[in-house]
Nanobody, 123 residues
Framework: QVQLVESGGGLVQAGGSLRHSCAAS????????MGWYCQAPGKQREWVAT???????NYEDSVKSRFTISRDNAKNTVYLQMNSLKPEDTAVYYC?????????????????WGQGTQVTVSS
């Protein structure tokens, strides 16, 4: 079974920075696109950033120029560098990976989620 374990959340003052990481483990055949999502209290989970297997990146408009998504394929890890944090960035952050695993009949590709970590930005 594939697991994605997140680390790097915490409490930070407005204008500060956090480095969030998400490491995948298990019987992994391949890792395709990976991304980050956030969910504020009482709100829907929203997309933040995506990085493809070819290292192409896309960002939600409100985090452009402040957040950077990257990956280390040798470590099966995706990162989110969060700079110039604002109180409105406060949320639980989740990583997602599109991962292929070997089955008796072939390769199964599915999306897996991290457990989520709290990011709180004080004013």
């Amino acid at each position: 079974q594939v697991q994605l374990v997140e680390s790097g959340g915490g409490l930070v003052q407005a204008g500060g920075s956090l480095r969030h990481s998400c490491a995948a483990s298990g019987r992994i055949f391949s890792i395709n696109d990976m991304g980050w999502y956030c969910q504020a209290p009482g709100k829907q989970r929203e997309w933040v950033a995506t990085i493809t297997s070819g290292d192409s990146t896309n960002y939600e408009d409100s985090v452009k120029s402040r957040f950077t998504i990257s990956r280390d394929n040798a470590k099966n890890t995706v990162y989110l560098q969060m700079n110039s944090l604002k109180p409105e960035d406060t949320a639980v952050y989740y990583c997602k990976g599109r991962i292929g695993t070997t089955q008796n009949w072939g390769i199964l590709t599915a999306d897996y989620w991290g457990q989520g970590t709290q990011v709180t930005v004080s004013s």
